[in-house]
């Protein structure tokens, strides 16, 4: 792959005559390509998102402390803190096309309902006693699911009881803002359904594997389960690592499973902006570097290892949070069992044709 620069290019001479060109092109709002043509069209993506690794040890004691400052409700309505790449200048982007936020409910509190155009999910690391309420449905929150609020369907969370409980956001937000596709608008001062129920309308409808209601035979842009949950995914990667110990290939590559939450109506990805995926490695297993178009956010749900994101090593732990932005080398390496959720733009790159990967040597 060609990565030589542009920096060879015939450039005009500095004259009189050339400034007062560019002085009217600006007076009519025009910019010549021949002056940022290094910027605009790189050989390879130049990211201005940078490689970056949250702690999960330092993100939740800011969130307990937020939760003692700042109340939930109307203007503000979410006590979301967005994880901002360094690289990006102050918005609480953690890439060009994601949001991640630690979402932080205290005890009996309520998050009013509103909807929005952005597509949504949850992802739970540890805690239970939220429900978030999708259209009327109340659905539970627990440790390792994943929970989906697709754009444009109202959303409510409430606290049912004595303890406050954090987890992740996902969004497609900045994608949003970056092609003004944003619309918002108020639900109810309240959730719509304070229930407590073990499994959502969703679930009841749609968690049965191989099995599709009658009722429901128009395929959906977004998924209709509202939450997939823990122990199913948990089983899955467990089955994949026994059948590649019997010697029945399985996994993504040997001591590393993987799963793809997906749309049942479909079988593609659960929302059109947003993949979520979640992996599992063997203790000392360790991945073959690869570059991606478009960007990943990992959080670590279970276990220790380290990533290794444009050559440099970064230890994790459980909750811990990475971005890798479009076309960063990065692998990874468990030091335990570890498992890790993992949600990027791939429908957008891939629908738009953009998507792009190389696999380079495995690391020794």
Not at 45 to 50: E, F, L, T
Not at 101 to 128: K, M, W
Not at 188 to 197: I, L, Q
Not at 206 to 232: F, I
């Amino acid at each position: 792959m060609n990565d030589s620069s542009h920096s060879n290019m015939v450039k005009p001479e500095d004259t009189p005559e050339l400034r007062q060109l560019y002085a009217d092109f600006a007076s009519e709002h025009l910019s010549p390509l021949w002056t940022q043509i290094e910027d605009l069209v790189p050989f390879v993506p130049s990211p201005k998102a940078v490689p970056h690794v949250w702690k999960w040890d330092r993100l939740y004691p800011l969130a307990e402390r937020s939760g003692d400052l700042v109340p939930v409700g109307r203007g503000g309505e979410r006590r979301a803190i967005g994880l901002a790449n360094p690289g990006l200048g102050g918005k609480a982007f953690i890439s060009p096309t994601l949001w991640a936020a630690i979402q932080y409910l205290g005890p009996h509190e309520t998050a009013p309902e509103h909807r929005h155009s952005q597509n949504a999910f949850r992802f739970v690391v540890e805690g239970e006693g939220v429900w978030t309420v999708v259209n009327g449905d109340p659905v539970r929150m627990s440790r390792g699911d994943l929970l989906l609020t697709p754009g444009w369907h109202f959303h409510g969370h409430h606290n049912s009881t004595d303890k406050a409980m954090a987890w992740i956001d996902g969004l497609d937000l900045p994608f949003c803002y970056q092609t003004d596709v944003g619309f918002f608008e108020f639900g109810s001062d309240r959730v719509t359904d304070y229930a407590t129920p073990r499994f959502s309308r969703g679930e009841r409808l749609w968690s049965h594997p191989g099995l599709r209601p009658l009722s429901e035979l128009k395929d959906t842009v977004s998924s209709p389960v509202g939450a997939y949950r823990w122990e199913h995914t948990d089983r899955a990667l467990t089955e994949q690592l026994l059948l590649e110990d019997e010697g029945q290939p399985a996994t993504v590559a040997q001591g590393h499973a993987a799963v793809r939450y997906i749309n049942p109506t479909t079988g593609g990805d659960v929302m059109p902006t947003i993949r979520a995926e979640f992996h599992r490695m063997r203790q000392g297993t360790v991945t073959a570097p690869r570059r991606e178009v478009g960007s990943s956010v990992f959080q670590v749900f279970e276990g220790s290892g380290s990533v290794f994101l444009d050559g440099n090593e970064n230890k994790l732990g459980k909750g811990d949070l990475f971005v890798v932005p479009s076309w960063i080398p990065w692998s990874l390496q468990a030091e335990t069992q570890l498992d890790l959720f993992r949600f990027s733009d791939a429908p957008v790159m891939e629908r738009l044709h953009f998507d792009r990967t190389l696999v380079e040597e495995r690391r020794r």
